[in-house]
C-alpha cells in the first residue's frame, strides 16, 4: 500500500491550500484516512479523518471551522482544505490509512503512512 501526499508549499497567514493523498494498492473505498501533522520538535498530532462508512469526519480542534476533508472514491483521493491558516499551522503534514469503518484519531491506529507534504505559513 502506497499513500502520496502532494499539494503543500508556502502561504501567508490567513490564505487557504489544499493538500491531497492518493492511495494505491489497497481498495481505496474500504478504507478510512487519517491527516496528522508534525511541526520541528513537536509530536505527532491529529488533524483530520474521514471515515469509509458514510464519510463520516473529525477534526482536532484546533482546526474545526477552518480545515475541511473530503474524499473521490473514484480517484482513490483524500483532499484535506486548509483555510485561515496561521503560522501555528506550519508542519509537515502526513496521510495514514485504515482499513477500519470509524478512522481512528490515534496515530498508532493507523497501518500506512505516507512521507508527507511540507506546509509553511508566514506571518
Known amino acids: 500500500v502506497q499513500l502520496q501526499a502532494s499539494g503543500g508549499g508556502l502561504v501567508q497567514a490567513g490564505g487557504s491550500l489544499r493538500v491531497s493523498c492518493a492511495v494505491s494498492g489497497r481498495l481505496f473505498s474500504t478504507t478510512s484516512m487519517g491527516w496528522f501533522r508534525q511541526a520541528p520538535g513537536k509530536e505527532r498530532e491529529f488533524v483530520a479523518a474521514?471515515?469509509?462508512?458514510?464519510?463520516?469526519?473529525d477534526y482536532a480542534d484546533s482546526v474545526k471551522g477552518r480545515f475541511t476533508i473530503s474524499r473521490d472514491d473514484a480517484k482513490n483521493t483524500v483532499y484535506p482544505q486548509m483555510g485561515h491558516l496561521n503560522v501555528e499551522d506550519t508542519a509537515v503534514y502526513l496521510c495514514?490509512?485504515?482499513?477500519?469503518?470509524?478512522?481512528?484519531?490515534?496515530?498508532?491506529?493507523?497501518?500506512?503512512w505516507g512521507h508527507g507534504t511540507q506546509v509553511t505559513v508566514s506571518s
Open positions: 495514514a490509512a485504515s482499513p477500519k469503518v470509524f478512522a481512528p484519531t490515534g496515530a498508532n491506529e493507523y497501518d500506512y
Open positions: 474521514i471515515s469509509w462508512i458514510g464519510g463520516r469526519t
